[in-house]
C-alpha cells in the first residue's frame, strides 16, 4: 500500500532540516506532473544514479519524462541518488527511495528504469536498489518486485551489470518507450518472473541478460547460447526519428541551481565526423536533424514556459547543423528582443564557429573552448580528428579578434601510437595560442597580459563500440610520467593545466571494458561504501583496488591489455549498426596515420549503419554518398 504521505511527512519535518540542500528532495518544481495513482494502470520511475544537481541538467530525463507523461493511462515520477548526508538520515529512519512527485516508495512501481550515463555510476545503481528495499540481483527477485530495466550509452555494454539489471534498452528511449508500457499489462498477468522478461525481450531493441549464457577465455568470449525466449544473438539498437518525436515544451524547472540549469532543444542526434576515440560519434549515428522550424518553435515555447534566461542548442557537433546560420539568425534576434542568452556547446575548431559564438554573445565574453584533442599533427591523423594546426590558430585569431580573452584548450593523454613528442606539442600548441593572442591584443591597444590559456587534459579511456575498443590504455605510472613531462613543457605563467586523477581512468577502462566477472567487484565495491565515485570527494580508489584483488581480477589486466582484432568482445552481441569490419579498418587506418572523412561532406564510409537499420544514406546522412 502506498504510504506517499507518511514519507513526505517525515522527510520534510525530520530530514530535510539537518541535510545540505534540501531542494534536491521534495518535488513540487513548475511543470512537475502529478497524475492520480488510481487513474493510471502503467506507473514507471525514472531513476537517475547521480545527484539531483546532475540528473536535473539531462536532457534525456526530460524527453522521456515528457513522453510517458503525456499518455493518459502511464505515469512517470522521478528519483535521484541522495547525497551520502540524506542516505544517512533515510537509512537511521528506514525511509525508502521514493518519488519526488507523490512521494511514493521506489518499489511500489511498475517498472524502475536508470539512465546510465557514465560507469563510476554503478555503485550508486546498487545503492539506490539497496534504499528502494529490492534484491540487488535480478535472479533474487520475483514478481512482487518491479521490473529493473536500464538504458543510455553506457548499456552499449550492458555486462558488468548484467547480474543487476532485469533489461537493458538499446538505443534510443523514445523509440521503445511506447512498447515498454504497453507490455505492462502482459508483465502483470505474467506468473513468473522469467515469464515478464520473455514478454520485454520481444520487444526490438531490448536485451535481457539472463536469457544468454556466456563464456570466458581471458578477456575474450569463447562461447554464448541464448534461450529460446531471446530473440537472436545479435540485440539491434532502436533509432528514433526526431522530426517525430518532439522536445519536451513543458520542461521542469528544478528548484536549485543544477549543472545545466537553462533551456535545451536538441538539434540533432548522431555525428559523422569519425573520431576514431568517440563512442557517442559511433552508437549514435546516423545523423538525424530537426527541421530548423522545429527547432526554433520549441526554443520558443520552452521560453514562454519556463522563464529562463538562457537556452542551449544541444548536439554533439552544433555548427555541422545544416541549417545552422539561418537558425542562429532568426533565433538571435527573438533572443535579443527578450534578453536571453543563447549557446552552442559543441563547436568545430573554425572561424566559421567563432563567427557563431560571436553573434550569441554579444554582451559577455567569458572563455571559448576548442578541442584539438591531440598535440601534433600526426596524432590529430591517427584519431581522425581532421583538425589542422592552422585551424587552431585560425580560430583563436578569430576569437581574440572578437574579443575573448581567454581560450580554453581539451587535450587527451595516452592515446593510441601516442609519443613523448606528442605529449609536449601539446605544451607548444599552447605557446603558439598564447603569442598569437599576445600579438593580436598588442595590435589592438589591448594589455598582451589578458590573454590566458586554460588546457584540460583528460586520460585516453579505451571505449566499447569504437575503433579504439582493442587498444590497451596507459598505467596510472606512464599517465603521471607524461603529465610531468606536459608540465616541464609548459614555459608561459599565461597557460594554466588541469587534468583528472589517472586511477579515475583506469577504473573507468576497467568498467566499460568488463564482462559479468567484473559484476560482484561493483557490488564488493559497494559493500565497502563506495558511492558517487565520478566525485572527487568521495572516489574511494582504496576500496575498488581491494574490492578487485578479492575478486582475483586485475583492472590493470581489463584495461591495459591489448585485443586480438579476431577475438569476440564482451559486447560483441549488442548492435549498434556499425559493422565490426568497419572498426577494424578504422583501427588499421590509425596504425597506418591515415584519415577518413566526413560522410556528410565527401562519400558514403561504409561504416554499415544505415542499410543496416534500413535507412537511406541520402536521406539521413545528408551528404553526397554512394547509393
Known amino acids: 500500500m502506498r504510504n506517499g504521505s507518511t514519507l513526505e511527512r517525515i522527510v520534510m519535518t525530520e530530514i530535510l532540516p539537518l541535510v545540505q540542500k534540501p531542494g534536491r528532495y521534495v518535488g513540487g518544481e513548475h511543470n512537475a506532473v502529478r497524475k492520480s495513482w488510481d487513474q493510471v494502470d502503467k506507473r514507471f520511475l525514472f531513476a537517475f544514479p547521480d545527484v539531483y544537481d546532475v540528473g536535473m541538467s539531462h536532457l534525456g ?36 527511495l521514493y518519488s519526488l512527485e507523490s512521494f511514493t516508495p521506489a518499489a511500489e512501481f511498475d517498472i524502475i528504469g536508470f539512465t546510465l550515463q557514465y560507469e563510476l555510476n554503478y ?7 539497496d534504499l528502494a528495499g529490492i534484491p540487488l540481483r535480478s535472479s533474487d527477485r520475483d514478481q512482487t518486485h518491479p521490473l529493473v530495466i536500464a538504458g543510455g550509452p553506457v548499456a552499449y555494454n550492458p555486462e558488468p551489470l548484467a547480474s543487476f539489471i532485469d533489461a537493458f534498452v538499446i538505443g534510443d528511449g523514445e523509440e521503445v518507450i511506447d512498447e515498454i508500457l504497453d507490455a505492462v499489462p502482459a508483465l502483470r498477468r505474467s506468473a513468473s518472473r522469467p515469464e515478464s522478461l520473455a514478454v520485454l525481450s520481444k520487444i526490438s531493441g531490448v536485451y535481457v541478460p539472463s536469457f544468454y549464457n556466456v563464456e570466458y577465455s581471458g578477456l575474450s568470449v569463447s562461447r554464448i547460447d541464448h534461450s529460446p525466449q531471446a530473440p537472436g544473438e545479435i540485440t539491434p539498437r532502436r533509432v528514433a526519428d526526431l522530426e517525430s518525436v518532439p522536445p519536451p515544451d513543458k520542461m521542469i524547472v528544478p528548484l536549485i541551481e543544477v549543472i545545466h540549469d537553462r533551456a535545451a532543444v536538441e538539434l540533432f542526434r548522431g555525428c559523422s565526423r569519425g573520431c576514431r576515440f568517440c563512442q557517442a560519434g559511433m552508437i549514435y549515428r546516423p545523423v538525424r536533424e530537426r527541421t530548423a522550424e522545429t527547432v ?3 526554443v520558443l515555447e520552452q ?32 533572443c535579443r528582443e ?44 591517427v584519431i581522425n580528428k581532421n583538425v589542422t594546426e592552422g585551424d587552431l590558430i585560425q580560430a583563436v585569431s578569430a576569437a581574440f579578434a572578437r574579443g575573448w ?19 609536449i606539442g601539446i605544451a607548444d600548441l599552447a605557446h603558439k595560442v598564447v603569442q598569437r593572442g599576445r ?8 594589455s598582451p597580459g589578458r590573454v590566458k590559456v586554460n588546457i584540460t587534459l583528460a586520460s585516453f579511456v579505451p571505449k566499447p563500440h569504437t575503433p579504439f575498443q582493442w587498444v590497451k590504455q596507459d598505467h596510472p605510472a606512464e599517465f603521471q610520467r607524461k603529465i610531468d613531462l606536459l608540465r616541464r613543457s609548459i614555459r608561459s605563467k599565461a597557460v594554466k593545466l588541469s587534468w583528472n586523477n589517472p586511477e579515475v581512468s583506469l577504473l573507468e577502462a576497467a568498467l566499460s571494458r568488463g564482462d559479468r566477472r567484473v559484476g560482484p567487484v561493483i557490488q564488493s565495491a559497494w559493500q565497502k561504501g563506495c558511492r558517487f565515485d565520478s566525485w572527487d570527494e568521495w572516489f574511494s580508489p582504496g576500496k575498488w583496488w581491494e574490492a578487485f584483488d578479492e575478486s582475483g581480477i586485475d583492472p590493470l589486466y581489463i584495461g591495459g591489455s591489448e585485443r586480438d582484432l579476431d577475438s569476440r568482445l564482451p559486447w560483441d552481441h549488442i548492435g549498434t549498426g556499425v559493422s565490426k569490419r568497419f572498426l577494424i579498418d578504422e583501427y588499421e587506418r590509425a596504425r597506418r596515420g591515415e584519415t577518413t572523412p566526413d560522410c556528410r561532406l565527401e562519400k558514403c564510409t561504409g561504416c554499415g549503419v544505415c542499410p543496416e537499420l534500413g535507412l537511406s544514406p541520402v536521406l539521413y546522412a545528408g551528404g553526397a554518398v554512394d547509393a
Open 303 to 334: 521560453l514562454a514556459d519556463t522563464g529562463y534566461d538562457e537556452v542551449s542548442l544541444v548536439s554533439l557537433s552544433s555548427a555541422d547543423y545544416s541549417s545552422i546560420e539561418s537558425l542562429v539568425e532568426s533565433l538571435a534576434d527573438d
Open 405 to 423: 580573452m581567454t581560450v580554453k584548450l581539451y587535450f587527451m593523454i595516452g592515446l593510441p601510437f601516442e609519443t613523448d613528442e606528442d605529449v
Open 61 to 96: 530525463l526530460k524527453i522521456l519524462y515528457h513522453k510517458i507523461n503525456a499518455r493518459r493511462d502511464a505515469l512517470c515520477e522521478r528519483a535521484f541518488a541522495p547525497w551520502p548526508d540524506m542516505e544517512s538520515q533515510m537509512r537511521s529512519r528506514g525511509v525508502p
Open 123 to 129: 555503485t550508486n545503481v546498487l545503492n539506490m536498489l
Open 439 to 446: 600579438e593580436m591584443a598588442r595590435d589592438a591597444g589591448t
Open 338 to 381: 527578450q534578453q536571453v542568452a543563447l549557446s552552442l556547446p559543441s563547436l568545430r575548431v573554425d572561424s566559421f564557429s567563432i563567427d557563431l559564438a560571436d553573434r550569441m554573445q554579444q554582451l559577455r565574453k567569458s572563455g571559448i573552448t576548442f578541442a584539438p584533442e591531440a598535440g601534433t599533427q600526426r596524432l590529430r591523423d
Open 296 to 298: 526554433r518553435k520549441h
